[in-house]
Every structure is written in structure tokens, then in C-alpha cells.
């Protein structure tokens, strides 16, 4: 089946610091949606993208659609320690032709605050 | 307020007994999943309907079933028959619009089999 890959898959912030991660795939996509999930909880939507090229933010939070279609990043500045949790991107392949039930998602990056 | 909600948010199950999740919504969405989640995994779908009456099995499905009887439920049993149920389980809805795909989760159920 697709996947997605996404990284990293884990990383220490100090706060203050800009926070970079990625989703890329072999496959083409028509929608990529970024999820933030704190322990225990279910996730919660941060952004989502449907046009190639496409930048969005959302507060702290920016995250862009790739040319390619392929690819997905997410950025967060100025990090702050309520920023720690589990980011997951996920993604809608363009040959299932917009059907909601296909989501593919990826296994997520961890953010944990350095000791 | 509008939302999901699932319950119960813990629960613990004997092997060999079946077992039903709930799922509520009533944000009026069309569409509703069930994914099961496990550490270090992303999400993998097990069931989701698009319109009342109507469900299609997702990546992995064994072991599992659901009903739609009404647009705001989405129930979901893990029978006896699913071989590693302990799992995070998550519900999630979303408008049946062209062109969104935006999907909205519970704040899941822990299940736990004794």
C-alpha cells in the first residue's frame, strides 16, 4: 500500500527554537492535512492544504504543499514547551479521487524538550 | 459545544469477549471513521461510513464490525475474533463536501484485553 514517510521521527527542542519536519511519498497527493496529538488524547487538526505550492499558517505554525505534490512540510517558530506532542501528517492519494475514507497517515514526529 | 465523543475513555476486556465503542457527533458531518492506533504507529483505518446505513471496511478490518443506524453514531465492536485488540481506538467525522477532507477525532478509547 502508499505511505508516507515522515521525519524525523523524534526531536529535542530547547524553547525559542524554530521546529522543522517533513511527509514526502512516492505517490502524488491532492490534500495534505498536519496533526497535533498530545498524550492520551486524539489528534487535533493544525492545517490542511489543497493546492500545490500552497503556504499556510496558523499562528506559530506554517506548513506548505510541495510542487512536486509529493511532499509536505511543517515549520514551528519560536517554540514553547506546550508545543511538546506527537505531530502526524497525513495525506490524500490523487488516484482515489477525493474519497474521504483513504487518509494515509504518517507514523508521526515526536517533540520532547531537551533536559 | 460541537464535537466527538467516544466513551468509554479506558476499558478492559477479558479475552474471548466482545466489546462496543462508542462514537457521538453533532457537527451534523456525514462521514465517520474508526482507526486503531498503536505505539509508534501512525493511524490505520479500520471502518468508515460515508452515509447512514452505508459503512465500507478499511485497511484492517478483521475481527472488527460497525453499524450506522443514525447519522451522529458510529459504534464499533472488536469481537473475539480480532487476534491483538489492545490498542488506542480513535473515531473521527468529517463533512461530505467536495473537495474537504478534513477529519475530526474523539479523544479516543483505551482498550486493554486482560
Known amino acids: 500500500g502508499q505511505q508516507l514517510n515522515q521525519s524525523p521521527q523524534s526531536m529535542f527542542i530547547q524553547e525559542g527554537e524554530d521546529v522543522s519536519m517533513n511527509c514526502t511519498s512516492s505517490s502524488i497527493f491532492n490534500t495534505w492535512l498536519w496533526y497535533k496529538q498530545d498524550p492520551g488524547e486524539g489528534p487535533v487538526l493544525l492545517i490542511a492544504l489543497y493546492k500545490a505550492g500552497e503556504l499556510t499558517s496558523n499562528g506559530r505554525l506554517t506548513a506548505q504543499f510541495g510542487i512536486t505534490r509529493k511532499d509536505s512540510f511543517l515549520n514551528i517558530s519560536a517554540s514553547i514547551p506546550s508545543d511538546v506532542g506527537i505531530y502526524f501528517c497525513a495525506g490524500l492519494p490523487l488516484n482515489y479521487g477525493g474519497s474521504q475514507g483513504n487518509l494515509i497517515f504518517g507514523k508521526g514526529t515526536k517533540l520532547s524538550v531537551k533536559p | 459545544d460541537g464535537g466527538i465523543t467516544q466513551s468509554p475513555k479506558y476499558l478492559f476486556r477479558k479475552e474471548g469477549q466482545n466489546v462496543t465503542l462508542s462514537c457521538e457527533q453533532n457537527?451534523?458531518?456525514?462521514?465517520m471513521y474508526w482507526y486503531r492506533q498503536d505505539p509508534g504507529q501512525g493511524l490505520r483505518l479500520i471502518y468508515y461510513?460515508?452515509?447512514?446505513?452505508?459503512?465500507q471496511k478499511g485497511d484492517i478490518a478483521e475481527g472488527y464490525s460497525v453499524s450506522r443506524e443514525k447519522k451522529e453514531s458510529f459504534p464499533l465492536t472488536v469481537t473475539s475474533a480480532q487476534k491483538n485488540p489492545t490498542a488506542f481506538y480513535l473515531c473521527?467525522?468529517?463533512?461530505?463536501?467536495?473537495?474537504?477532507?478534513?477529519?475530526?477525532f474523539g479523544p479516543g478509547t483505551r482498550l486493554t484485553v486482560l
Open positions: 473521527a467525522s468529517s463533512i461530505e463536501t467536495s473537495g474537504r477532507d478534513e477529519q475530526f
Open positions: 461510513s460515508q452515509i447512514v446505513n452505508d459503512f
Open positions: 457537527l451534523n458531518h456525514d462521514a
